[in-house]
C-alpha cells in the first residue's frame, strides 16, 4: 500500500508569487489533513477535510491560503500572494476512519507524508 | 486550549541504555495520543496510537503510557540503538476535533 505522498519536495518561490502544493493520501482514506512547522516552531494543524468537505478550517491563518479536495481524493493548498512568514515544511496526513461513536480508535492513526518544505524569498 | 510539551528537548544517551521520553497535555478530554519519529528532512513516522480508553501500548522495544488524569504520557525506549536516533513526538487529538495538537518534540542522539 503505498503511503501519503506529496508534490513538490522543496520550492523555493519569491515573495508575492503563487505556490501550490499537492497532497495524495493513503487510497480509502477519507480524512486528509495539513499541518505546518514553521522554522523553530512545534506542527501545526491547519485544515482537515472529510472527503471533499472541509471539516475544520480553524488552523488556516489567512485568506492567502486555500485548499481544495475536488472529488474526495488528492488536495491541494494553493498560497497566493505567498509571504516570507508562510516559509516551513507543509506536511500532509490521512487516516481512514470517521468517528461515529465519540470516541477515537486505532483507525484513526494519521499517516504523514514527507512534506513539502517551502520557501519564500 | 490543549497544550502539548515534550520534555527534555534534547537527549544524549550511550547506546543500550533504556530511556524515557515524556509528553505532558494540559486537557485531559482527549481521544487519542500518537507517538512518532521523525528523522532529518523527512516526515513522519507513526510508532505508536494509544487511544483514550487505554493505559498503554506496545510496539517492539517501544512501550507508550498514558494518564489522562495527570495529562501525562511516556514513551519508553528499551536497549536503545544508534538507529533510534531522531525527533520523537507526541501529538494528542481532543474532544470534538479530530485535529493533532503536537509537542515541541526530543531530539535523541543514540551514540555507539
Known amino acids: 500500500e503505498a503511503g501519503v505522498t506529496q508534490f513538490p519536495s522543496h520550492s523555493v518561490i519569491e515573495k508575492g508569487q503563487t505556490v501550490t502544493l499537492r497532497c495524495d493520501p493513503i487510497?480509502?482514506?477519507?480524512?486528509l489533513y495539513w499541518y505546518r512547522r514553521v522554522m523553530g516552531k512545534e506542527i501545526k494543524f491547519l485544515l482537515h477535510f472529510v472527503k471533499e468537505s472541509k471539516q475544520d478550517e480553524s488552523g488556516m491563518p489567512n485568506n492567502r491560503f486555500l485548499a481544495e479536495r475536488t472529488g474526495g481524493t488528492y488536495s491541494t493548498l494553493k498560497v497566493q500572494p505567498a509571504e516570507l512568514e508562510d516559509s516551513g515544511v507543509y506536511f500532509c496526513?490521512?487516516?481512514?476512519?470517521?468517528?461515529?461513536?465519540?470516541?477515537?480508535?486505532?483507525?484513526?492513526?494519521?499517516?504523514f507524508g514527507p512534506g513539502t518544505r517551502l520557501l519564500v524569498l | 486550549k490543549q497544550e502539548v510539551t515534550q520534555i527534555p528537548a534534547a537527549l544524549s544517551v550511550p547506546e543500550g541504555e533504556n530511556l524515557v521520553l515524556n509528553c505532558s497535555f494540559t486537557?485531559?478530554?482527549?481521544?487519542?495520543l500518537q507517538w512518532f519519529r521523525q528523522d532529518p528532512g523527512k516526515g513522519l513516522t507513526s510508532l505508536l496510537l494509544i487511544q483514550s480508553s487505554q493505559r498503554e501500548q506496545t510496539s517492539g522495544r517501544l512501550n507508550a503510557s498514558l494518564d489522562k488524569s495527570s495529562g501525562r504520557s511516556t514513551l519508553y525506549i528499551a536497549a536503545s540503538q544508534p538507529g533510534d536516533s531522531a525527533t520523537y513526538l507526541c501529538?494528542?487529538?481532543?474532544?470534538?476535533?479530530?485535529?493533532?495538537?503536537f509537542g515541541t518534540g526530543t531530539r535523541l542522539k543514540v551514540l555507539a
Open positions: 486537557d485531559s478530554a482527549i481521544y487519542n
Open positions: 501529538a494528542v487529538s481532543t474532544s470534538g476535533t479530530y485535529k493533532y495538537i
Open positions: 487510497s480509502g482514506h477519507d480524512n
Open positions: 496526513a490521512s487516516s481512514r476512519q470517521v468517528r461515529t461513536s465519540g470516541r477515537g480508535g486505532p483507525r484513526e492513526t494519521q499517516y
